[in-house]
């Protein structure tokens, strides 16, 4: 099946910084989003973008088809934006498939 | 709010005993999924659906089976709970008109003693 890697694990920013965290996958994709995962175990829709580019609020994320990869930039951090991120593909088979996340604490 | 509620949110039961959870869904969705979220394995596919009746298998399928006998309802039954399947589980659902993207129920944390 697909492989879907996010990248860093981890990563621990100051309140006010931006970060840009990444998800590549092994296969073409039909279906690409982005979810947060807050503190409270809640898992929320941030994305849906098999291509291109969006933005909402201080989020946006870009997805490159072709190179297999995509991009989640926060900007301005807030500690609310604190929990883990996940990438979620699909390749045509319904199965809507996860990398492990990246977990996000942002510090005042 | 995507109308999607799962039952229960907690649940603990004896290895061995059989249950099921729910996942109902308001919308008119056409895809659920069952996802189970264990630390350090993200959130891994168990089963899902794309529609009344038809299922498949995901990753972790083993000792889980399924059932959609209507659009709004999507059962995971553990025939025989293991400790192993200490897990929190997780409904989501897709396919809306107009709506590709995935929603998920608020999960449930299921505990085997």
């Known amino acids: 099946g697909i492989q879907v890697e996010q990248s860093p694990p981890d990563l621990i920013l100051q309140e006010g910084a931006n970060s840009t965290l990444r998800c590549n996958f092994s296969d073409s994709v039909n279906n690409l989003q982005w979810f947060h995962q807050n503190p409270w175990g809640q898992l929320i829709n941030l994305f849906y973008?098999?291509?291109g580019t969006k933005q909402n609020g201080r989020l946006s994320a870009t997805t490159v088809a072709t190179e297999r990869y995509s991009l989640l930039y926060i900007s301005s951090s807030q500690t609310t934006d604190s929990g883990v991120y996940f990438c979620?593909?699909?390749?045509?088979?319904?199965?809507?498939?996860f990398g492990k996340g990246t977990k996000l604490s942002v510090i005042p | 709010d995507a109308g999607i509620t799962q039952s229960p949110r907690h649940k603990v039961t004896e290895t061995g005993t059989p249950v099921t959870l729910r996942c109902h869904q308001t919308?008119?969705?056409?895809?659920m999924y069952w996802y189970r979220q264990d630390p350090g394995h993200g959130l891994r596919l168990i089963h899902y659906s794309y529609g009344v009746k038809d299922t498949d298998k995901g990753e972790v399928s083993d000792g889980y089976s399924v059932s959609r006998s209507k659009t709004e309802d999507f059962l995971l039954t553990l025939e025989s709970a293991t400790s192993s399947q200490t897990s929190v589980y997780f409904c989501a659902i897709s396919g809306a008109t107009g709506r590709p993207e995935a929603f998920f129920g608020q999960g449930t944390r299921l505990t085997v003693v």
């Open positions: 919308e008119n969705h056409r895809y």
């Open positions: 973008i098999p291509s």
């Open positions: 979620a593909v699909e390749a045509g088979s319904y199965q809507l498939t």
